[in-house]
């Protein structure tokens, strides 16, 4: 059975999830972390920098598809527009890079990883680190790359069934 490399996506435009996980006879999480954009900076200039940063994780890890949370809207339309804006970005990147996108919703995610589609944040975060083998001492992850590793987690098994 060939690897299959996923790269997994939390938007935001201040801080964005980015995982990569690669899944043979089992998952794993080969890079994590949590990009953070400057607020000092302009609109442009931060979506210029989500944009560099998810170019060169796909050039570094060369995976074959992206999967990425569909936009939730809420009370706050200007975040959830600087949202759209970075998604937009991510997926223009990803195509470009001839990568494949998979759109997932949070309750998908939630039922993917816990089972259960109102998972709070410790349920997620616990049964992420269980899938992947997460340390509980390792570092601290903001739930922005928790959540990433959760998108990863639900692609690659539902590219199983």
């Not at 972390?33 to 302009?42: I, Y």
């Not at 922005?144 to 690659?156: K, M, P, R, S, Y």
Request: some cysteine; hydrophobic content about 40%; glycine content about 8%.
């Amino acid at each position: 059975m060939q690897s299959s490399i996923v790269l997994a996506i939390d938007p935001g435009f201040d801080r964005v999830g980015i995982a990569v996980l690669s899944q043979k006879d089992r998952t794993t999480l080969l890079h994590s972390e949590c990009f953070k954009t400057s607020v000092k900076e302009s609109r442009g200039k931060r979506l210029l920098a989500i944009g560099s940063r998810v170019k060169d994780t796909i050039k570094k890890w060369k995976p074959r598809d992206l999967a990425v949370e569909t936009l939730f809207f809420n009370t706050n339309i200007t975040s959830a527009i600087g949202v759209a804006e970075a998604r937009g970005i991510i997926i223009y990147e990803a195509t470009r890079a001839g990568l494949e996108v998979f759109e997932y919703g949070p309750q998908t995610v939630k039922i993917g990883v816990t089972g259960y589609g109102k998972a709070d944040k410790i349920q997620m975060e616990t049964m992420v680190r269980k899938l992947v083998n997460l340390p509980k001492q390792s570092s601290r992850r903001l739930d922005d790359e928790i959540d990433a590793i959760a998108l990863g987690i639900t692609h690659l098994a539902s590219k199983k069934l």
